[in-house]
């Protein structure tokens, strides 16, 4: 009996011993957890880590300090958790930033809004590298306050690099840019150009249109 214990304990361990073997960590890191408004809602951020930068490739970017790789809506009445992304490769802004002077994240108000939250998140690998990083172009997402209904509200290829929510909560301004000279990269040689997100209850009914300058 005791000779057979002894077996199981090993074999229980084995995935263990085979992660030490191969210099991998196993561990989960998650960020500080943000109750939406005063609800029962919970956002549970999981950070990238350096265990999980494999997931992303290796691309001609790197992976922004702090990202999240999903955000998890707990109900603290229901008690049940769902995904944001739903696994998705994703590389999420934080959604209270810490700023400093070498941060190349857009600068955003706050993420939580009278009906919704907004999110800045990358999940196209753009530049077909193989890799998601900060290379990638940024979206801007949008879900209900529960986690429900999540979509992408700026058009494919348009990268974000600031929006600002107008004073009446009904409209976004988003500033960003297109790939104009087709090189597959964000910067030189491209124009800046502005989007309005016209929101709505109904995200089905949210509208995004360029304004012309």
């Given at each position: 009996?005791?000779?057979v214990?002894?077996?199981?304990?090993?074999?229980?361990a084995f995935p263990?011993l085979a992660a030490?073997q191969?210099?991998?960590?196993?561990e989960?890191?998650?960020?500080?957890p943000?109750?939406?408004?005063?609800?029962?809602?919970?956002?549970i951020?999981?950070l990238?880590?350096?265990?999980t930068?494999?997931?992303?490739?290796?691309?001609?970017?790197?992976?922004p300090?702090g990202?999240y790789?999903e955000?998890?809506?707990?109900?603290a009445?229901?008690?049940?958790?769902?995904?944001?992304?739903?696994?998705?490769?994703?590389?999420?802004?934080p959604?209270?930033?810490?700023?400093?002077?070498?941060d190349?994240?857009?600068?955003a108000?706050?993420p939580?809004?009278?009906?919704?939250?907004i999110?800045?998140?990358?999940?196209?690998?753009y530049?077909s590298?193989?890799?998601?990083?900060?290379?990638?172009?940024?979206y801007?997402f949008?879900?209900?306050k529960?986690?429900?209904?999540?979509?992408?509200?700026t058009?494919?290829?348009?990268?974000v690099?600031?929006?600002?929510?107008?004073?009446?909560?009904k409209m976004?301004?988003v500033?960003g840019m297109?790939?104009?000279?087709?090189?597959?990269k964000f910067?030189n040689?491209d124009?800046?150009?502005?989007y309005?997100?016209?929101?709505?209850?109904?995200i089905?009914?949210?509208q995004c249109l360029?304004v012309?300058?």
């Amino acid at each position: 009996m005791k000779q057979v214990l002894i077996t199981m304990a090993v074999i229980a361990a084995f995935p263990l011993l085979a992660a030490a073997q191969d210099g991998k960590k196993i561990e989960t890191n998650y960020s500080v957890p943000i109750q939406v408004d005063s609800s029962e809602y919970f956002m549970i951020p999981k950070l990238v880590g350096d265990d999980t930068k494999d997931d992303y490739g290796k691309g001609k970017g790197f992976l922004p300090w702090g990202n999240y790789s999903e955000i998890y809506f707990y109900n603290a009445k229901t008690r049940q958790t769902k995904k944001l992304f739903n696994g998705q490769r994703t590389l999420i802004v934080p959604l209270q930033p810490r700023r400093s002077y070498y941060d190349r994240e857009p600068e955003a108000p706050s993420p939580i809004l009278p009906h919704h939250i907004i999110y800045l998140a990358r999940t196209d690998d753009y530049n077909s590298d193989g890799g998601l990083d900060s290379a990638d172009p940024l979206y801007l997402f949008i879900s209900s306050k529960t986690g429900e209904g999540l979509r992408s509200i700026t058009p494919k290829g348009f990268h974000v690099i600031s929006w600002t929510l107008s004073h009446d909560k009904k409209m976004i301004l988003v500033k960003g840019m297109h790939d104009k000279n087709g090189n597959k990269k964000f910067g030189n040689g491209d124009d800046e150009s502005y989007y309005r997100i016209d929101l709505d209850e109904d995200i089905s009914k949210i509208q995004c249109l360029p304004v012309n300058l």
